[in-house]
């Protein structure tokens, strides 16, 4: 079993819906989560991190952590065709915050 | 500097060869990471630093990967000897703060390395 799992997608929702993207973990004492975009080529971004379990609003972006379930989402509300791009999860999973990766869900929204 | 800085953007290499990175953190930050991505999506954690000292090394490959972060010069990460496995991104994170929560990593531009 992977340590942080995603599906890879790609995920296509059209311009202006609700696009959901989850992520799960093994490590049930990870403390710190992390969304990450990348587009193509490029470097990835931070647009949104968590450490502790509800909701988490950031204009578009809603980060949600449920500890218990080891599971961690990203919703972003009225998605753009800008949007499409690769979403990475990634955990801090222990003392020395390095950052374990899934390997990605791939969003395309069509305009 | 405002922004995680990496040279060269690109490097290619032939098989045997030395390749060598750098990167320059994000001014202030005291903690530098360095991932390496393959195939598309994979990264794997290699070495992080706090300032000058290694914090944890257990990503790096032991025998051909070494990684440098002096005072007052870019941090390095060399690969000796390269192999076509080493055909990858290599990103550097820099992160203000490792206390708890304040660990939030902003990534560098990357180098694309290609061994032939």
């Known amino acids: 079993q992977k340590e942080v799992e995603q599906n890879s997608g790609p995920l296509s929702v059209p311009e202006g819906a609700i696009a959901s993207l989850n992520c799960t973990y093994s490590?049930?004492?990870?403390?710190?989560f992390f969304w990450y975009r990348q587009y193509s080529g490029k470097s990835p971004e931070l647009i949104m991190f968590?450490?502790?379990?509800g909701d988490k609003e950031d204009g578009r972006f809603t980060a949600q952590l449920n500890k218990a379930s080891q599971y961690v989402s990203l919703l972003i509300r009225d998605s753009q065709p800008s949007d499409s791009a690769t979403y990475l999860c990634?955990?801090?999973?222990?003392?020395?915050?390095?950052?374990?990766f899934g390997s990605g869900t791939r969003l395309l929204v069509r305009p | 500097g405002e922004e995680v800085a990496q040279t060269p953007k690109h490097l290619v290499r032939g098989e045997g060869q030395k390749a060598k990175l750098y990167c320059a953190p994000i001014?202030?930050?005291?903690?530098v990471f360095w991932y390496q991505q393959v195939l598309k999506n994979e990264f794997k954690f290699l070495i992080s630093?706090?300032?000058?000292?290694?914090?944890?090394e257990t990503g790096m490959p032991k025998e051909r990967f070494s990684a440098k972060c002096l005072p007052n010069s870019p941090c390095s990460l060399e690969i000796q000897a390269t192999k076509l496995e080493d055909s990858a991104v290599y990103f550097c994170?820099?992160?203000?703060?490792?206390?708890?929560?304040?660990?939030?990593?902003?990534f560098g531009p990357g180098t694309r390395l290609t061994v032939l």
């Open positions: 994170a820099s992160s203000q703060l490792l206390s708890g929560r304040d660990n939030e990593q902003f």
């Open positions: 490590d049930r004492g990870s403390q710190s």
């Open positions: 968590i450490y502790s379990n």
């Open positions: 990634a955990v801090n999973m222990d003392s020395s915050y390095k950052l374990i």
């Open positions: 001014k202030g930050h005291s903690y």
């Open positions: 630093f706090q300032n000058e000292n290694v914090f944890d």
